[in-house]
């Protein structure tokens, strides 16, 4: 039997986050602009890959200086779960999934979940921007130079944006969405992930 490929999968014991290097697709615009705008700009399809608690990879060691300037290091944070969005200004699928992120942050923030952005491509103007426009007050570190991605242990590809992990409360990735998260997928993966710290 040939296996199917869902938007939702499950890695087993001994997985790996590679297996969503081949599903990642080039974005291509119906205009010159677009295309323009979107050029080096590779999206996820909405997959989406949970991590078993057995499965799981060390935990991520995040650190950086946000556009506030304020120092933010992941290892501070352990023993709370954390939503880590990987996202830039102009990026599409950024802008769309932004008002889900919103709800989620205003709902999960609450409930003692963390959340934190990785901007790879803009200045603090730009960020603040889109910030305001959609009304994200989580704060996030800016990556122009990669280094923050490249400190994440391959769970994020530098070209994949959006890309979305969920932390658990020990630090590990416990879910990733490559590509633009909806509300109810973030909803139903934060759960999970406070389920286990209950």
Not at 32 to 52: K, M, T
Not at 166 to 186: K, P
Request: hydrophobic share 40%.
């Amino acid at each position: 039997m040939t296996p199917r490929l869902s938007r939702r999968t499950t890695l087993r014991r001994g997985g790996s986050l590679l297996v969503l290097a081949p599903l990642l697709a080039a974005c291509s615009g119906s205009s010159d602009a677009a295309s323009e705008a979107n050029a080096g700009y590779v999206s996820g399809d909405g997959v989406v890959v949970e991590i078993p608690p057995e499965g799981r990879a060390d935990p991520l060691e995040l650190r950086g200086t946000t556009y506030d300037g304020d120092d933010f290091d992941s290892t501070a944070l352990r023993g709370a779960p954390l939503l880590i969005n990987v996202w830039y200004a102009s990026c599409p699928p950024c802008r769309v999934e932004a008002p889900a992120l919103k709800a989620v942050h205003s709902e999960y923030s609450a409930l003692g979940v963390e959340f934190m952005g990785v901007n790879t491509r803009d200045k603090a103007g730009p960020a603040a921007a889109f910030e305001e426009t959609f009304g994200i007050t989580y704060p996030s570190i800016p990556d122009t130079d990669g280094a923050v991605i490249a400190s994440m242990d391959g769970s994020v590809s530098p070209n994949a944006v959006p890309t979305t992990l969920i932390l658990d409360a020990e630090g590990r990735v416990a879910a990733r969405i490559a590509g633009a998260a909806d509300q109810s997928t973030l909803k139903s993966l934060l759960d999970a992930v406070l389920a286990e710290a209950a």
